[in-house]
């Protein structure tokens, strides 16, 4: 029998999916899941997505262009220009959802063995996109105990090696909620412009920053707005995960070139997701701060109750939807295993990603857990009782 791929075989498995045959298990015994997993807004996608889905009127369903519809590209440039980020359309390079943004990112900037920094805990699809391109993540580690913040640029200083091609954020961040500050946003220029590096910025929860200060974008930074590879997605912020349409923004003209090979080797992204993505883009300014108002709500709800809980802390996320969570348990994979499997409480249990595949750091985030606070605050309520119980029943039959 042929061998598969080495690549394949240390491709990490995502810890916001691997245990959905659990939570399908537990369903098909009756039991609800509250699924605290996964990124997936329960929130109705916009009434404009939704009309230009339905008023689709083409006799040919044809490729578009590689780079993406004019018209998408053109709505995105003004887009980002209500946020001070000033592109222009030849800017813009529109992909099959965030993901494939951020795998041809890497494999237009990447040769084997070149090395990213990233602070963790992290994406982690973000490992698993570096793998495909031959290169390696080396992180940094932030701490709850500081709640997440950006490390000292000494520890950054460490890691670079003359392997080291760039820096990777996500800010407002996934997995933790952090939001970067002005003054840690210089701190990364300062590095990037210092080792001439490349600034990977996944922007795509800019929507959701909950502090007085103001969003702080990669391409906000004076001097290296050349080296800046700026990662975005509508999935989250319109909530039309499935539509698959995110975006690559850069201004380094040979990269342009570069990612454009694997564009067109690839075709084009999805016709009808990026036609919902452009109606999108006009999305009433009554629904965006419906939905940010929402989020406001349940991430304090969340997080307070969370920390009532005996043994439970998370800080306070100031961003996107998530909160990484520390819990009185040694094991938090085993224990998200055991909800799933052997737990019930009322006939319900909580679906969370176990945090330590956040990480690539052996032992780190062992006891973490990460929560999305997409569902409506009755089914949040309902999903902290449950959890309360399971950390009850779960450490009385560990004595």
């Not at 959802?97 to 900037?109: D, K, N, P, R």
């Not at 210089?186 to 412009?193: P, W, Y």
């Not at 959701?208 to 004076?222: R, V, W």
């Amino acid at each position: 029998m042929p061998n598969i791929s080495e690549r394949g075989k240390i491709m990490p498995a995502s810890p916001i999916r691997k245990l959905v045959p659990l939570a399908n298990a537990a369903m098909a015994r009756g039991i609800k899941v509250h699924r605290l997993n996964i990124g997936q807004p329960d929130i109705p996608t916009p009434e404009v997505a939704l009309e230009a889905l339905r008023n689709i009127d083409r006799k040919i369903l044809e490729y578009s262009p590689s780079e993406g519809l004019l018209s998408l590209r053109t709505k995105l440039r003004d887009y980002y220009r209500r946020f001070n980020i000033d592109v222009d359309v030849d800017d813009i390079i529109i992909t099959t959802g965030g993901s494939e943004a951020v795998l041809f990112a890497f494999m237009a900037t990447l040769d084997p063995g070149d090395e990213i920094i990233v602070p963790e805990p992290a994406y982690a699809n973000y490992m698993a996109f570096a793998i495909s391109a031959g290169a390696k993540i080396v992180t940094v580690p932030s701490s709850i105990e500081e709640g997440f913040a950006l490390p000292p640029v000494e520890e950054f200083e460490k890691l670079i090696t003359d392997r080291t091609k760039g820096i990777l954020i996500c800010n407002p961040n996934n997995p933790t909620g952090y939001l970067y500050t002005q003054k840690e946003m210089n701190r990364l220029r300062d590095i990037v412009k210092k080792h001439d590096l490349f600034l990977y910025s996944d922007e795509v929860y800019r929507e959701f920053c909950y502090t007085g200060a103001p969003y702080i974008s990669a391409f906000h930074l004076d001097g290296i707005s050349e080296q800046v590879v700026l990662i975005d997605s509508v999935s989250k912020r319109y909530s039309e995960c499935g539509i698959r349409v995110g975006a690559i923004i850069t201004k380094h003209k040979e990269l342009k070139k570069n990612i454009m090979k694997f564009c067109q080797a690839r075709l084009s992204p999805p016709l009808l997701g990026q036609i919902v993505a452009e109606a999108s883009i006009d999305t009433p300014e009554e629904y965006m701060l419906m939905t940010y108002n929402e989020y406001v709500e349940r991430r304090k709800f969340l997080i307070d109750g969370l920390n009532r809980i005996p043994g439970v802390y998370s800080p306070i996320p100031m961003g996107a939807f998530y909160t990484v969570a520390s819990l009185p348990v040694e094991d938090a994979e085993d224990f998200c295993q055991w909800c799933l499997r052997e737990f019930e409480y009322e006939g319900q249990t909580v679906f969370m990603a176990p945090a330590s595949g956040f990480y690539t750091t052996p032992g780190r985030g062992r006891n973490e857990v990460r929560l999305a606070y997409v569902l409506k605050k009755e089914d949040l309520a309902d999903a902290l009782k449950v959890l309360a119980k399971a950390l009850e029943a779960y450490n009385a039959k560990k004595v």
